[in-house]
């Protein structure tokens, strides 16, 4: 037996704020609870996305985490709610909103659940100050953030500050995709979600080894959504075009590509086996770590049966996938996690037939 962490899971709060009558302008999302247990997330009143009560209920999500095993799961919020867009004063006000409900949950379940926070990014001294209240104030593990900042690659010298405190402060990083390249170019098909989302993930890798990130701050302990996107099948090419261009790929990082495979983490949301052992094949047994994008339908819907069922992993690799590598990331001990799961087993082992998340 293991602990089962489902480091990839997104959270918000049932009520949120007016926030464009707070700040005397739109972008910003809000709740309409139109039906029961379901609610429709709404941008200037134009619908994004109909969630259910399993994205703001712990109870509801922790009925369904027994259902299908899950023993943690690590809570961050809906990268819509970033608002890096926003008026920086504004987007750390929504980001303490946020973050102060997480703590919340997390302190109510708190071997159930590992809080990560949201900062404004788009000011890295504000981002800084939230991240150490989230950490030393909130108790939360670390921070989630975009796989860029306006017109900021994570490249950009003007965020570097932010992960070096994030170093110095031994915060986890989780780094989602969102405001995909090319969604204007993309209006069918659901191909944001299908196309720009990996590109977004291996931007934001190809950016952190290039830019240096991880050459200068070698405890920073970063994890990336989505198996890493598309950088595992592209690495080849990256890695080659490194070594014919260095005068367009080592500006300002003369390291190989290749020496940071093994140095980060990503969650193991492929969704087919072969992708699977790929990618620990690449990164390492240690560097992959259960994520389902609960509660969302482009997610995994039963949490580690793709881990359970892919051949060719041993059983130790398995464990190490499904629990161990993510308290390694999130440098926590899991003994205290082990203890409840001993003294709080579920009465019914038996697993549902219910999907774990939403079906639309």
């Not at 981002?127 to 939360?140: F, N, P, S, Y």
Request: aromatic share 12%.
């Amino acid at each position: 037996m293991c602990l089962r962490v489902d480091i990839h899971t997104h959270i918000i709060p049932e009520k949120l704020p007016s926030f464009k009558e707070k700040f005397g302008y739109g972008g910003f999302v809000s709740l309409d609870h139109h039906k029961n247990c379901r609610a429709r997330m709404l941008i200037d009143g134009k619908f994004f996305r109909e969630i259910q009560d399993n994205c703001w209920s712990p109870e509801t999500r922790l009925r369904e985490c027994d259902d299908f095993g899950v023993d943690v799961q690590v809570l961050s919020t809906i990268p819509v709610m970033f608002s890096y867009w926003a008026k920086p004063l504004d987007a750390l006000a929504v980001s303490q909103y946020l973050n102060d409900h997480i703590a919340e949950v997390v302190a109510r379940y708190p071997r159930r659940f590992i809080g990560l926070g949201t900062v404004p990014l788009q000011a890295p001294s504000l981002a800084i100050k939230e991240l150490e209240r989230c950490v030393v104030d909130l108790g939360l593990a670390g921070v989630e953030i975009g796989t860029h900042v306006n017109d900021w690659n994570l490249s950009d010298e003007e965020l570097f500050p932010f992960f070096q405190a994030a170093e110095e402060l031994g915060a986890a990083i989780f780094i989602h995709p969102w405001d995909m390249m090319g969604k204007e170019r993309m209006p069918k098909y659901w191909l944001p979600w299908l196309v720009g989302m990996p590109a977004e993930t291996s931007l934001a890798i190809c950016s952190m080894i290039f830019g240096g990130v991880f050459e200068r701050l070698p405890r920073l302990r970063v994890a990336f959504a989505h198996g890493g996107g598309s950088f595992p099948i592209t690495f080849g090419r990256i890695a080659h075009g490194f070594e014919v261009r260095p005068d367009l790929c080592a500006i300002d990082n003369n390291v190989h590509p290749k020496e940071y495979l093994g140095r980060f983490w990503v969650d193991s949301l492929v969704h087919s086996p072969e992708a699977l052992r790929f990618i620990v094949q690449l990164f390492g047994e240690d560097k992959v770590a259960l994520g389902t994008d609960y509660p969302f339908p482009l997610g995994e819907l039963t949490p580690g049966r793709l881990i359970e069922q892919t051949e060719g992993l041993t059983e130790a690799q398995k464990r190490k996938l499904l629990g161990e590598n993510a308290f390694a990331w999130l440098n926590l001990d899991p003994q205290p996690f082990w203890e409840y799961k001993q003294k709080n087993k579920p009465a019914k082992e038996e697993k549902s037939s219910v999907n774990y998340r939403q079906s639309s």
